[in-house]
């Protein structure tokens, strides 16, 4: 099969990064034509103008919509793309050289009809945007399922980095109108109509993160809301270690208690695996602001999935 990539980009009131992103794909090393559709979405801060300086480097469209949402927006670019297969991406990623190169690569190996790539941190990140990019990759934190391969079983692809192949779309008709926990629910989608996904290491993207603490929170309370949503759409999904943040925060509050009483074992235990996390980051980004910052990152990121996981488990709203 002869691959045509379109690669699919929303973006909402951020020209700023949307340059960023078109002038990492200038730099491609890939030979083969490719298209690239920026989906305006309702935006008032538009990026036609920096999108205009790009058009005589990229084959670029820029289509300026309504606000409906990314995962809408993500559908309306694959009905108006022309390739065969097409590649979604957060307007706030950075892609390096070898990307298309290695996509194009490990589908000609071993062709699935939708893959993902995993996140990393660029050298220019914020030392705040390196402990969320550790938080939110480390196997000591998610188990690495954002792409960790040995890490994982069968690849969950998210929608920062996520690819999907025309005849894919066709059959499932993209990203449903969930909030959250989209691109899950449209991988449970694919392999209940027979298509594969695998994890393509070397894809990866420098995500940005553009995220205070308390935009971290609630951003990770939105992922917890959408797990139990998830767990009773597909039941056959749900797993006992959806609960561990939960769990974990609760226990927090326990070993507090339990401490006031003298009875200081479980604290420790929490104080050491903070310190694992601390000692982890360190050795990883070899920076002791980011390692200091990573153990914030990594209780807040707990707290918002556990917390979010928990209201929509016991008190869930409608229409989500």
Known sequence: MSLSFSIIIPVYNRPN???ELLDSLTKQDFSNDFEVLIIEDGSTEKSENIVEEYKSQLNLKYIFKENSGAG???????????GNYYIILDSDVIVPPQYLSEVNNALEINYTDAFGGPDAAHKSFTSLQKAINYSMTSVLTTGGIRGKKQAVGKFQPRSFNLG????????TQGFSKMKNGEDIDLTFRLWENGFGTQLIEKAFVYHKRRSSIQQFFKQTFGFGTARPILNKKYPETAKPTYWFPSLFIIG???SIILAVFGYNQLLYFYGFYFLLIFL??????????VAFLSVFTSLTQFLGYGFGFL????YPKKNK
């Open 17 to 19: 990064e949307i340059e």
């Open 72 to 82: 809408a927006s993500r559908n309306f670019g694959m009905q108006k793309a022309s």
């Open 164 to 171: 999907l192949s025309k005849a894919a779309f066709n059959k």
């Open 252 to 254: 927090i509050d326990v």
């Open 280 to 289: 982890d980051s360190l050795v990883q980004n070899k920076n002791l602001k």
């Open 311 to 314: 209201e929509s488990q016991f």
